[in-house]
């Protein structure tokens, strides 16, 4: 798992939250995991394949999930429900495509898998058990953790 | 939903912006709502055939603008359209097929809502600001 992997995914997340949001995240430190395991109760996985192949696990604390689509939607919302989940589903999506985007600059080409959203760590599924780095994105509202493991199709 | 920093400096797109923004916005107010999903449903296929309708009118109106102006991005820009129209496209026949559920109309309101949001607020931005530079060169 390389660490170079890793700044597409903030820099997508900078530019997504600013179009759709009005938010600049600024970036927490990087931390290695042993697995993907979410950290808060609304999460989106999504698979990659291609040169790289793995997991991106896009965790959110409830009320910066439910504060997303308030200000997305201009309206209250009170519950993690279908709604909550599909918007944030999409957002985890655009992000992982402009990073690919990204990461395509550099002659690597990726596809996504759609993406699955979850609550809790029920329903978790079955992603990659292998090493990942968190990325801390933290915003006004909230701090949204991106678990990255992807790996070269070939022995890095 | 509507926010100012989305003009893109062409008073018919602007319009059409805040009508889809303003249509969108009703639609989550009616999906989001507590009333028994029987009494919404009409309300949500009406929003369903107005969106196969205006977004055809909208995209129309705004290629032609793209290519009065000569915007370099027009394919590229045609394409998203097209993909876009296709997906609402499939969401229509799904429910001509399966019928409306509430989840699934909910998945599909935060589909259009986030879309809208992205398309307008970068990908239509380079068309205002394709237009700006031209405005300055003139």
Redesign the interface.
């Given at each position: 798992m390389r660490v170079e992997y890793i700044n597409p995914f903030y820099q997508a997340t900078i530019d997504?939250f600013r179009?759709?949001l009005s938010l600049e995240p600024t970036r927490g430190t990087l931390r290695a995991v042993e697995e993907l395991v979410p950290v808060s109760e609304a999460n989106v996985g999504i698979g990659v394949t291609g040169d790289l192949r793995g997991s991106l696990l896009y965790s959110f604390p409830a009320s910066m999930a439910l504060e997303m689509?308030r200000i997305?939607?201009?309206?209250e919302?009170t519950k993690l429900?279908?709604?909550?989940t599909?918007?944030l589903?999409?957002?985890a999506n655009?992000i992982s495509g402009n990073a690919l985007t990204y990461l395509a600059r550099n002659s690597l080409t990726c596809d996504i898998s759609p993406p699955q959203a979850f609550v809790g760590s029920k329903g978790a599924m079955a992603m990659s058990t292998e090493k990942a780095i968190v990325l801390p994105l933290i915003t006004d509202i909230g701090t949204l953790e991106i678990s990255i493991s992807l790996h070269a199709k070939h022995v890095e | 939903m509507w926010k100012e920093h989305y003009r893109v400096g062409s008073d018919l797109i602007d319009t059409q912006h805040q009508e889809l923004f303003r249509r969108v916005s009703a639609f989550i107010k009616v999906v989001q709502s507590d009333r028994p999903w029987e009494e919404r449903l009409e309300e949500v296929e009406e929003t369903l055939v107005f969106m196969q309708h205006y977004v055809i009118i909208h995209f129309a109106d705004e290629e032609q603008l793209q290519q009065e102006i000569g915007y370099p991005g027009f394919e590229k820009h045609r394409q998203i359209h097209e993909n876009f129209k296709a997906e609402v496209q499939a969401f229509a026949k799904t429910v001509e097929l399966e019928g409306f559920n509430e989840e699934k109309v909910q998945e599909f309101s935060a589909k259009v809502m986030t879309w809208l949001i992205m398309h307008v607020g970068r990908e239509d931005q380079k068309i205002g600001e394709f237009l700006r530079s031209k405005e300055v060169t003139n």
């Open positions: 997504v179009v759709m689509v997305m939607s201009g309206m919302m429900d279908a709604f909550v599909s918007a589903s999409e957002v655009i | -």
